[in-house]
């Protein structure tokens, strides 16, 4: 990239972030209203890599990622509390930036006393899934600027999100800390990027239909030194193949998906430790075609992370994660005669090291380097020539957020 072009996207960068910020105090004061609380956040993105594409065509630099949303809330009683978010996701060819409704629901408790409560949720709920998917479109609270890929797959964002049903949650007091505990049952997002994330392509047919639960318990010891969980969950996706379908195409049927993640986070004064294992299990047992000779495998994924906070304004991080898409195919062999994919596809191992700089409570800026080996959490969709990626590749990410 030459300097003049390099020079041009950075300005760029900087106009759309103003911009931003005009829109959004505009909208604040519209949108005030002494019964509502209303909130909401702008963040533009910057990817550069030297191979491969993220969130656009990043091998040249690509500002094809932006997150804008406005969330609403207000309590309608004692007992009962209402809340929702609309949000706007830009991200290279996998979500194009239109309008959507990110969670909205109705929350009451039905139960309360000192050391316990027990509450209620429904409509469109963020799935209890380890530690970081139901903040996971807020980088105030996320830490870093992905997500660990091996663990949080945007690849399957749509289907991981979020679930229209009903949510049972409580927290109950224990010696030397409490039990957060949360349990959902409904019918899961089953978009496109589904298809790309779990059939490897978008076939010629949908997912018209699906249902799933997930069950999530944290334990928190006093002033959350110790945070400890498990999550498991399962969805089941009805597939309705296009006819005349091909031979070697899936066929009317489903997959049944099981997932499991063990999550554990150690907090000091300044530093942050947390690791996450995930397990996967997929089964494409009835969709036939080219998943007969697959007919099930199993994820394998975790990762590691250290957060150190020079002072409330500056911190860093570095993090290790791997993912294996198939636990008996790590080296991607098998699915590379299967598919016809090249083997690191199924398969990916980072380092990142990122800094974070908050100039006051508005702004978050970040920035993050990756080393990666392998591509298993690259999306196909910014990548329709697979044989064209390299196995081994870097990626340099820059954002900013402001949230009102």
């Not at 910020?21 to 609380?37: M, N």
């Not at 999100?161 to 949510?167: A, E, P, Q």
């Not at 999550?263 to 690791?275: A, G, K, P």
Request: charged fraction near 20%; include cysteine; proline fraction near 4%.
């Amino acid at each position: 990239m030459s300097r003049v072009s390099g020079h041009w996207m950075y300005t760029r960068f900087l106009v759309l972030l103003a911009l931003c910020q005009v829109s959004v105090a505009s909208w604040a004061d519209v949108l005030v209203d002494r019964h509502w609380e209303w909130n909401g956040f702008v963040t533009q993105g910057f990817f550069h890599s030297d191979h491969n594409n993220m969130f656009g065509p990043s091998d040249s630099g690509s500002f094809e990622f932006r997150e804008v949303a406005i969330n609403g809330a207000r309590q309608l009683g004692d007992e009962l509390f209402f809340s929702g978010q609309i949000m706007s996701r830009r991200a290279g060819a996998v979500n194009d930036g239109s309008p959507r409704i990110d969670y909205m629901l109705l929350d009451g408790r039905l139960y309360e006393e000192a050391h316990s409560y027990l509450g209620l949720r429904i409509g469109r709920i963020k799935n209890p899934f380890g530690f970081y998917n139901e903040t996971r479109d807020v980088a105030f609270t996320r830490p870093g600027i992905l997500l660990p890929q091996a663990v949080y797959f945007d690849i399957a964002r749509d289907l991981q999100l979020s679930s229209d049903g009903i949510s049972l949650y409580s927290s109950h007091s224990i010696a030397g800390g409490w039990v957060d505990i949360d349990f959902l049952i409904g019918k899961p997002n089953t978009e496109t990027s589904v298809e790309y994330a779990y059939l490897s392509r978008d076939w010629p047919g949908a997912f018209v239909d699906g249902e799933g639960f997930m069950w999530r318990a944290v334990y928190n010891s006093a002033g959350q030194r110790w945070r400890m969980g498990f999550t498991m969950g399962r969805f089941d996706l009805e597939y309705d193949a296009d006819e005349p379908a091909l031979a070697f195409a899936p066929q009317d049927g489903h997959i049944d998906i099981d997932a499991y993640v063990l999550s554990i986070q150690y907090n000091l004064e300044r530093w942050s430790f947390t690791s996450e294992l995930a397990h996967q299990k997929v089964s494409w047992g009835t969709l036939g075609g080219v998943f007969s000779a697959d007919p099930e495998n199993r994820f394998e994924s975790g990762f590691l992370q250290a957060e150190y906070r020079f002072n409330p304004e500056w911190s860093l991080i570095f993090k290790y994660e791997t993912l294996y898409l198939d636990t008996d195919d790590r080296n991607g062999h098998r699915a590379e005669a299967l598919f016809g994919k090249p083997a690191h596809t199924q398969y990916a191992r980072d380092w990142t090291l990122g800094v974070g700089w908050k100039p006051s409570t508005a702004w978050l800026i970040r920035a993050e380097w990756h080393k990666v080996r392998g591509t298993a959490w690259l999306p196909e969709q910014d990548n329709p020539d697979q044989s064209r990626l390299h196995r081994n590749w870097n990626l340099l990410a820059l954002q900013a957020t402001y949230r009102f």
